[in-house]
Every structure is written in C-alpha cells, then in structure tokens.
C-alpha cells in the first residue's frame, strides 16, 4: 500500500497509510488526543477528522481547546443553523457562511420576507432537536454540474458555484440540506450544546452595495456553558456601551438613510457636546502657540493632483464636480493642502518658525454603504487637524511638545489606557507611496530616534504609514475593545518639496521646511462615539449636554422657585433645565437619571423657605440638602477641574519623561 509522510508540529516525521484519517493518526499517539480531536490541519487547510488523507505534509491535529478548533465548533453551528432553516422554510435561498472569532453567521433570502428576530428562538430550538438527535453529516465528493442543477432555484448558491475553478466539489449534507465549499466540520454534532442565536440584520451579498440586501443571523458556540456565558455577558456590555444605541436614547445624534446614508444630524444634546470639545480643544491649542484658521471644502482638483491625493487616495475621494467651464472641484478629502495655501500665502523667515496652523476641518470620504457605522465610520466628518512648518533641527523639540499636549488633553478627558505606534511604510510594496528611499529612510530614523531619546515605550508597524510619510500613532482601546487610533504624528518632506515651500534662513537663502501634521483626538465624529462608550453616555459634568436638572415638587408652588435657580446657575454658565411637564414627582426624578444628568435638583417647601436645594447625583440613591452657595461652588468647581477627583495627573509618569 502507498504510503505517507506526515510532519507534526514537533518537526517529528512519521510514515502513515495512504487514506489514513486524522482520527486514525491521533488514536495512534494517544487515545485521550483522539477524544479531544475536532478536526486536523494538513498543510494549512482544515480537514475533518475522517477524511481520508492521501499527500504528504505538515499536520496538526486540532482539538476543542484550540482557537480554530471552536472555528470548526462554530462553522458546524452554521451548518446546523442551515439544516435547520431548510426544515422551517424549504423556500430559503442561502448566501454565504462564515465563522470567526466572534461568532458566525449565514446570510438568507426569502421573497416572501426575510426572517425576523422574533423567528430566532424557534430556530434554535430546531436545531437543538437536530443536535440532539445526531444525525451523522455525510461528506461526500458531487460533479459541479449535477450541484448546479441541484440547485438551479437559488441564484446566490449558483453564482458561488459558477465562481469556483474545480469540476467536483465537496458538499455536506444533512437531511434536505446541502451545503459545499472548503470547511471542516464536527464528527459528531453532540458538541453542539452551548450554543445562543444572538440577532439578525440586513447585508448586502457579497458586501456590494449595488447588490441584493440579504438578511444575516448571527450566532455564536462554545465547547464549554461558563464560555458561552462569559461571551453572552461581554456583548451585553457591548450592546450596552454602543455608542449607537447611546446616541439614540441620548438624543445626541441621528442618521437618516432616507436623507444620507454616513451623514449624522447632531440634536441639541449632541451639539452641546461638541461645542464644549470644540472650545476646549481651540482653546488649548491657541494658548500652545496654534493660529486657528478657516479654509474652504472646496478646492480645485489641480490642487489634490499636486499634493498627490487624487493619485494616491482617488478611491476614496468623491467624484470631482464639472462646472462646466474647463474647472472641475473637489471635496477635499484631506485638511493639509489648504493650509499649505496658509503658510505660503507669505513669505516666511526662519525667525518665524515653527509656523502652526490648526482648523476644526470638515472632510469628504467616499465611504460605501456597507462600511458606515453610525459616528465611527461617516462621509462627512470634522477633522481636529493641525500642521507645522518647521526647520528640521526644530524636529525633535517640536514632537515633544505635540506630545505633551496630546497628554494633557488625554488627562482631561481621563483617558488613560493607550499605546504607541511607529508606523512605517512597507517595504515590499513600496509602489503605492511616495517614491523618494532616502526621504522615507531619513524621516522613519528621526521619528524612532525622537521615540527612543524621549524614552518612551513603543511598537513598529511596517505598512500603517501614509502614502507621503512615515507617522506616530496613538493607539487607544474603546469600551468595545477595539484598537482605534486616537492621535498622529507624522513628518512630512514630500508635500514641502510638491508645493515648493521655502523660508529665508539666517544665511539669506531660501531653505526646505518640514512639515509635521498632528491630529490631537481626530475627528469629531469618532472621537465622541468613543467617549459615549467609555463613558457609557454618562458625561462628566463638564462636557454633559444638560449639568443640572431642576424638578419642583409641586408646580403651582415652587415653579418660580426652581426658575430663579435656573437663571442663578445659568448665569455662571452651567447648562440646566427645570422639568415643568404635568408628571409625577419620582418620574421625574427616574427620568433624569435615565437620561444621567449629573445633578438633579429638587426643590419643595423646606427647599424654598430655607434657600436651600436637595441635590441627588447621578447613580447615586440619596440626596443630600445643601445650601446654593455651597451646591454652585461645588458644581463650578466639578467643571472647571474636567471632573477630575484628584489634583495629580494621571499622565505625570509620562510627564516627567517628556522632561527629561
């Protein structure tokens, strides 16, 4: 008999019988690897566990305690789901499947409407009863053309067929269900039961938005019940923290696809919120030596063709508008050009430099439909975008103080848990960035030996930089537990030399600057999203929509009472409402802490006649009388210090770096 030769992940080699299986190949090494065994690995591709292997390779047996042995847990439950579906509504149209580290799903299609998420609970029960009665999955080896006629009334599998080269192919099935393509799946579906059935929603097949909206069921699965738990309690802190959801029950923001799809209406609460980021952040960087400026969103095209946007950034840049006269104009898809016009609208002098420049710069991205996510991924966004033009011995003296403001305003914020990340350009694929090796190589060696003399810990990360340089990213980690950058720090020689930038030096002659962009907290957009759900939409006083709200007890007796303290703390500049809606008292007060105002104030008859107000924090339970003197000092004081408890930065190890 032909024979095989199988490498384990020991480098260990060993000669098998050709058609042995996996299963096979584990009992012979022990009986209880053979137990635990889920599927193997043969040369990178997964394999089950009873498929006959004919070709020598590397193998690795996967067992239920490996990351991909849950991929083959999951991707069955998505057959199971299948089977499932075909049982309740034999009409269905199936579109593709996938498992990953989050889950799995399998998008459906059904003319006379799509599955619902009220369906969701009947559909785990079936296939609950198919998981318990175990049917064995048969594998088995189909002519292309006998699956197409199979198939021949659903056009979404068809068209996966007719995109695959092979003449046979690998099909499952499991009753009426049928399902092919290269996957792995369970011996033995008894695995199966810890499973959960999470939501359904709209997806375009094959992520094109010209395509047919398809509905997705997502599900997840685990070997182990503690598992599935722990995973259903993270995606309800999830679910909990959306900064979607917080934005609507908020009343901070709304998106209408009706009117524009990535277009996001900012409410009255959500305006409030920005203006006060946007005043602080103008603020602090007008007092760090900035000079804000204003610059339209328009420009001629010419002017993205010199910067090398339109050839490097194209796709994502919307479609130039014809104004009919030999002009063509452009949404600009980046801030740095126009203030390149600001800096060379003048002659400059060394003595001038460095020459900051910052904008709260609005900005257009040609985003598809199927990549927008409410604030977090928009075509219209404001960009907190700033650019120096410096003489290189200013670099390194310059980055530090960029840096130094980024950490004061993260110290503000209280955001705390964030890492940095050189990035580079990647120097197998150079094509797709700015052609000049020794600018990359010069600007890539300044930015690690400014890192490393500040003495600050950091990453590298080849393929992350710019087309036109090489940048400092400060990687943050949302409430969510994706990794987001927050701020960038990026030199630039290209656009200087594009746009022929110059400054007279101290020897009369016209000489190069640098220029270094820096985005302090990005955009608006993403940066409020984030807040939302680190804050879990409850804002520290100085930045919520509403500070102080004001709830009479009786509104016959005490409404002048309560507006009188209304026009008092307004005219200090604290942001309160007085609730005069005909409701009960304690809804109130529910309401306000729904809506997580940090104060709430009540007022009544001891309230009116003593001057004082009953002052109830939010989250807390009980209220505490207080004096309005006392109650407005304490308030100003919460606002003026960011709400920040303690006097100490909590930046100040980073500090002391930067001093050094």
């Given at each position: 008999?032909?024979?095989?030769?199988?490498?384990?992940?020991?480098?260990?080699?060993?000669?098998?019988?050709?058609?042995?299986?996996?299963?096979?190949?584990?009992?012979?090494?022990?009986?209880?690897?053979?137990?635990?065994?889920?599927?193997?690995?043969?040369?990178?591709?997964?394999?089950?566990?009873?498929?006959?292997?004919?070709?020598?390779?590397?193998?690795?047996?996967?067992?239920?305690?490996?990351?991909?042995?849950?991929?083959?847990?999951?991707?069955?439950?998505?057959?199971?789901?299948?089977?499932?579906?075909?049982?309740?509504?034999?009409?269905?149209?199936?579109?593709?499947?996938?498992?990953?580290?989050?889950?799995?799903?399998?998008?459906?299609?059904?003319?006379?409407?799509?599955?619902?998420?009220?369906?969701?609970?009947?559909?785990?029960?079936?296939?609950?009863?198919?998981?318990?009665?175990?049917?064995?999955?048969?594998?088995?080896?189909?002519?292309k053309t006998d699956l197409l006629k199979e198939f021949a009334d659903d056009p979404y599998q068809t068209l996966l067929l007719n995109a695959m080269d092979a003449v046979q192919v690998h099909v499952y099935q499991l009753g009426d269900y049928t399902s092919f393509g290269s996957r792995a799946l369970l011996k033995s579906l008894a695995p199966l039961k810890h499973l959960e059935l999470l939501s359904v929603a709209g997806a375009y097949w094959q992520g094109k938005s010209s395509n047919p909206m398809l509905q997705r069921i997502y599900g997840t699965a685990f070997f182990k019940a503690d598992e599935l738990?722990?995973?259903?309690?993270?995606?309800?802190?999830?679910?909990?923290?959306?900064?979607?959801?917080?934005?609507?029950?908020?009343?901070?923001?709304?998106?209408?696809?009706?009117?524009?799809?990535?277009?996001?209406?900012?409410?009255?609460?959500?305006?409030?919120?920005?203006?006060?980021?946007?005043?602080?952040?103008?603020?602090?960087?007008?007092?760090?030596?900035?000079?804000?400026?204003?610059?339209?969103?328009?420009?001629?095209?010419?002017?993205?063709?010199?910067?090398?946007?339109?050839?490097?950034y194209r796709e994502d840049m919307f479609p130039p508008m014809d104004m009919g006269d030999g002009e063509f104009l452009e949404l600009r898809p980046m801030n740095c050009p126009s203030h390149i016009q600001i800096y060379n609208h003048h002659n400059r002098s060394y003595r001038e430099l460095p020459v900051r420049i910052a904008e709260l710069?609005?900005?257009?991205?040609?985003?598809?439909?199927?990549?927008?996510?409410?604030?977090?991924?928009?075509?219209?966004?404001?960009?907190?975008?700033?650019?120096?033009?410096?003489?290189?011995?200013?670099?390194?003296?310059?980055?530090?103080?960029?840096?130094?403001?980024?950490?004061?305003?993260?110290?503000?914020?209280?955001?705390?848990?964030?890492?940095?990340?050189?990035?580079?350009?990647d120097p197998a694929n150079t094509e797709k960035y700015f052609d000049d090796d020794e600018m990359w190589n010069k600007s890539q060696a300044m930015l690690k030996g400014a890192m490393d003399d500040l003495g600050l810990d950091y990453y590298e990360a080849e393929g992350e930089a710019a087309f036109y340089g090489p940048k400092l990213d400060v990687q943050t980690k949302t409430a969510l537990g994706n990794d987001e950058t927050m701020s960038t720090i990026q030199l630039d020689f290209m656009m200087p030399e594009k746009f022929q930038l110059t400054y007279v030096g101290a020897d009369g002659k016209d000489h190069r600057p640098v220029m270094m962009h820096r985005g302090i907290v990005g955009t608006m957009e993403r940066f409020i999203a984030y807040l939302m759900e680190i804050y879990k939409g409850a804002f520290p006083t100085w930045l919520a929509p509403v500070q102080v709200e004001i709830i009479p007890v009786n509104l016959d007796l005490h409404t002048e009472y309560a507006q009188q303290l209304q026009k008092?703390?307004?005219?200090?500049?604290?942001?309160?409402?007085?609730?005069?809606r005909n409701e009960k008292m304690g809804y109130k007060i529910r309401e306000a802490q729904t809506q997580?105002?940090?104060?709430?104030?009540?007022?009544?008859?001891?309230?009116?006649?003593?001057?004082?107000?009953?002052?109830r924090r939010y989250g807390e339970k009980d209220a505490n009388d207080e004096a309005i003197k006392l109650f407005t000092d304490m308030i100003l004081d919460d606002i003026h210090n960011y709400s920040r408890t303690g006097s100490e930065k909590v930046n100040s190890n980073v500090e002391t770096k930067l001093d050094k």
């Open positions: 008999m032909a024979k095989i030769s199988l490498t384990f992940p020991d480098q260990s080699q060993h000669e098998f019988d050709a058609g042995v299986t996996t299963l096979a190949v584990a009992k012979s090494i022990a009986s209880s690897l053979a137990k635990k065994a889920v599927a193997g690995n043969l040369n990178g591709t997964l394999v089950d566990l009873d498929q006959p292997l004919n070709q020598d390779g590397d193998l690795q047996i996967i067992t239920n305690a490996d990351p991909e042995g849950v991929l083959v847990l999951r991707d069955t439950a998505a057959f199971v789901l299948g089977a499932a579906l075909k049982q309740l509504h034999p009409d269905l149209h199936f579109g593709e499947h996938k498992a990953d580290d989050d889950g799995f799903y399998l998008d459906t299609d059904r003319a006379d409407g799509q599955v619902a998420v009220s369906e969701l609970p009947d559909i785990k029960k079936a296939m609950q009863k198919i998981i318990s009665a175990n049917q064995p999955v048969e594998r088995k080896v189909v002519d738990a722990a995973d259903l309690k993270r995606r309800a802190e999830i679910k909990e923290r959306d900064h979607r959801t917080i934005g609507r029950d908020l009343d901070i923001f709304f998106v209408d696809p009706e009117v524009g799809a990535g277009l996001p209406y900012w409410m009255p609460n959500g305006a409030t919120i920005r203006r006060v980021i946007e005043r602080y952040i103008i603020d602090k960087e007008v007092a760090d030596g900035y000079e804000h400026v204003y610059t339209p969103v328009l420009a001629n095209l010419n002017l993205y063709k010199t910067s090398g946007h339109w050839a490097h710069g609005m900005m257009h991205r040609y985003e598809k439909s199927g990549a927008l996510s409410g604030l977090q991924r928009v075509r219209e966004m404001t960009l907190n975008d700033g650019h120096t033009f410096l003489a290189p011995e200013q670099i390194q003296s310059e980055f530090k103080r960029v840096l130094r403001l980024m950490m004061d305003v993260y110290d503000d914020f209280n955001i705390t848990d964030y890492t940095f990340r050189l990035s580079y350009r008092q703390l307004a005219s200090q500049g604290i942001r309160v409402k007085v609730d005069l997580k105002v940090p104060y709430t104030l009540v007022v009544g008859d001891e309230e009116l006649r003593d001057q004082t107000v009953s002052v």
